[in-house]
């Protein structure tokens, strides 16, 4: 791959990537069918009819993909009438990207391939109120023993940065950062870039999750096989995140299915995403650890909102008067389901959480609520019960079928492994970039 030395990491060295030549939306969809053909690889000519693009253009942007290190042969396969046809394959050590969430009192941080697999992982405590230079101190030491302990066979694409909203993300500017109000403009993005030397991008811990489960297809449904589009019609917009078919997420089943765990009689079954059904086209991740916040994926895409604010899923009030929150508002969710939680009701909490996501089911109507965070990892039947105990309810009385509720593939580290993904889905056309 092509790449200059830029100097960072603690005064290593890193090969930052030229991206230009990935950007386009033609070599983003080869690029894509062959990350999901897999090792087993791919023809030309099957790159060719599934993406619409003539034959010429197809060898044209392989030959540079092959040039770059990130495509090589994969052997050949039998074809009627012709010579054999040459296979090609993703090369996923080629390139890697960093996903860092920072907690409110926990760092984690992954080293991902082009695949999204996991090769290395850091995590520590974490003050996130120990202020700004002691935060971004620690990131950049775990980054670059993260890097460096990893092998890194392949160039570094960039760090995703994902924390507690609201933030920017498209200035990479933090707001008011709820129970943190001393981050309130903080150029995270940039402070972040400039000791990395590397590229950053930083969004909401929920939105970095619910992006990592689309592109990883950890919702079940179908891939989109990619179709080339004019360059006179791709201005403006994000490019949909489509979840992928074939992809096995955690406790799934090599068949595609979710594997539940054993439930009490008459108790809701307890299964990690993906699903069987619906295809999950629209869905609400919701994370409940040392606070709770949402990620919305509408119509296979990512939705942050025209101010990037949506899905301050824990500030909606729900009891007026109610208990303080760090946001400064009385009777937020987030503030009734983490004193229900202190003081060791989680039944209670769940039960309020369900109402919440209720709410958001009524709202937007998504085809899926699936639960995620440190809390809920610790009690995943509790809640998957109490949450679509009220999500039935409601359904019930609306004559309805009820929104299925699941706990969230990728266990703790998801938020993790979703803002590594957000350098690595626009490589494949599958987010914003």
Not at 207 to 219: C, F, K, P, S
Not at 231 to 237: C, F, H, K, N, V
């Amino acid at each position: 791959m092509k790449h200059g030395v830029d100097s960072g990491l603690n005064g290593g060295v890193v090969g930052g990537v030229n991206l230009g030549a990935l950007r386009s939306h033609n070599t983003a969809l080869v690029l894509d069918l062959l990350r999901t053909a897999g090792p087993e690889g791919i023809s030309r000519l099957e790159l060719a009819e599934r993406t619409g693009l003539t034959p010429q253009a197809v060898s044209k942007i392989t030959a540079r993909l092959r040039e770059d290190g990130l495509v090589a042969e994969a052997g050949r396969r039998a074809s009627t009438g012709g010579k054999p046809r040459t296979v090609l394959r993703l090369v996923p050590e080629a390139g890697h990207a960093v996903g860092v969430h920072l907690d409110r009192d926990e760092l984690t941080a992954v080293l991902c391939d082009l695949t999204g697999a996991v090769i290395a992982r850091r995590r520590t405590p974490l003050d996130l109120g120990a202020g700004a230079e002691t935060v971004v101190e620690r990131a950049v030491r775990e980054v670059g023993e993260l890097v460096a302990g990893g092998g890194r066979p392949g160039a570094v694409l960039g760090v995703g940065v994902a924390l507690p909203g609201p933030l920017d993300h498209r200035r990479g500017v933090l707001h008011r950062v709820t129970g943190f109000p001393e981050w309130n403009g903080f150029p995270l993005r940039d402070v972040l870039a400039r000791r990395l030397s590397l590229p950053v991008v930083v969004d909401k811990d929920t939105n970095a999750a619910a992006l990592g489960l689309a592109v990883g297809g950890a919702v079940g449904g179908g891939a989109g096989s990619g179709t080339a589009v004019p360059a006179t019609a791709r201005s403006g917009g994000a490019v949909p995140v489509i979840a992928g078919a074939g992809t096995i997420g955690s406790g799934m089943s090599a068949s595609g299915t979710s594997a539940p765990r054993a439930a009490a009689p008459g108790a809701t079954p307890v299964t990690t995403s993906p699903a069987p059904t619906p295809s999950a086209a629209s869905f609400a991740y919701l994370h409940f650890g040392a606070g709770l916040g949402g990620g919305l994926v509408i119509g296979g895409a990512v939705h942050r909102g025209t101010r990037t604010g949506a899905g301050e899923f824990g500030h909606q009030v729900v009891q007026l008067d109610g208990p303080p929150c760090g946001c400064g508002n009385r009777g937020c969710v987030e503030a009734l389901c983490l004193a229900a939680v202190a003081r060791g009701d989680l039944a209670e909490a769940a039960r309020v959480l369900g109402t919440a996501a209720g709410n958001l089911v009524a709202l937007l109507d998504v085809d899926l609520v699936l639960l995620g965070g440190r809390t809920v990892a610790a009690a995943p039947e509790t809640f998957v019960r109490g949450v679509a105990a009220v999500l039935d309810e409601r359904a019930r009385r609306a004559g309805e079928d009820a929104v299925p509720v699941r706990v969230a593939a990728g266990g703790e580290r998801g938020v993790a492994e979703g803002a590594a993904q957000l350098l690595l889905a626009p490589l494949f056309g599958r987010a914003e970039g």
